[in-house]
């Protein structure tokens, strides 16, 4: 069964950084492309960014410039880095696997950019 695991979220103040991680078990993320969403409260679930190989990553224009996304495929893990946050940054963000298996998503991790 593959399982997503999200990790890293927390309070952090306007301008600050975070780095989310998504861990993956029972599959090898170096097959499959990788997405982080995010989701505030009220809203819709959006893209934040996506990579398909370890060298390539896209991103949504609200966050070129400040996110980053990396993959470890000997960690089986995806990190997101967030710097320079912004209160409209915050919501609940989730990594998604676009898998042979279909599509799994990570139980989300909750960032809260506030001062």
């Known amino acids: 069964q593959v399982q997503l695991v999200e990790s890293g979220g927390g309070l952090v103040q306007p301008g600050g950084s975070l780095r989310l991680s998504c861990a993956a078990s029972?599959?090898?993320?170096?097959?499959?492309?990788m997405g982080w969403y995010r989701q505030a409260p009220g809203k819709q679930r959006e893209l934040v960014g996506a990579?398909?190989?370890?060298?390539?990553?896209s991103y949504v224009d609200s966050v070129k410039g400040r996110f980053t996304i990396s993959r470890d495929n000997g960690k089986n893990t995806v990190y997101l880095q967030m710097n320079s946050l912004k209160a409209e940054d915050t919501a609940v963000y989730y990594c998604?696997?676009?898998?042979?298996?279909?599509?799994?998503w990570g139980q989300g991790t909750q960032v809260t950019v506030s001062s």
């Open positions: 998604k696997m676009i898998s042979s298996a279909g599509v799994i």
């Open positions: 029972g599959s090898s993320i170096r097959f499959y492309a």
């Open positions: 990579t398909v190989s370890a060298d390539s990553a």
